[in-house]
């Protein structure tokens, strides 16, 4: 019995989509146990998967961080999607949405991004680094 248990593939992303809103919001991982009645420790074992949030916490987390529980489970491995709430030509994991928003950089440019306000000077910059990234129209 010395082999520890892996922590679940969904324990796993709802940890990683806990830490992107967090992140989103420039919240601290102390102020979000502060306002749970937790450690920061107890954020980071959530946030990695090794430790199981269970269905109040969840809803708690869910409150602080604004979002609905269902936030959480969005792309979460084998969690077939409510219909209706895909896109078209949409793939059905958008995992590197979520990579790219966890990054610092990914969660810098898309702050400053959605602060520009004139739509001709977003588009601008999305050709500019469509361009740099080698992909056409």
Known sequence: MASKKSPNPIDIH?????????MMLG???????EHLGITFQQIQ????????????RLQ???????VPPAFFFEDA??????????????PQSASYVVDFLSSSEGLTLNKCF????DAKIRKKIVDLVRSIAGEED
């Open 114 to 117: 959605v602060r520009i306000k």
């Open 27 to 33: 919240m601290s991982q102390e102020k979000l146990g």
């Open 14 to 22: 709802v940890g990683s989509r806990v830490r992107l809103r967090r």
């Open 45 to 56: 074992k959530y946030e990695k998967g090794t430790n199981r949030i269970g269905a109040s």
């Open 60 to 66: 708690a987390i869910a409150r602080v961080l604004s």
């Open 77 to 90: 491995p084998g969690v077939v999607p409510v219909a209706g709430n895909q896109g078209f030509d949409e």
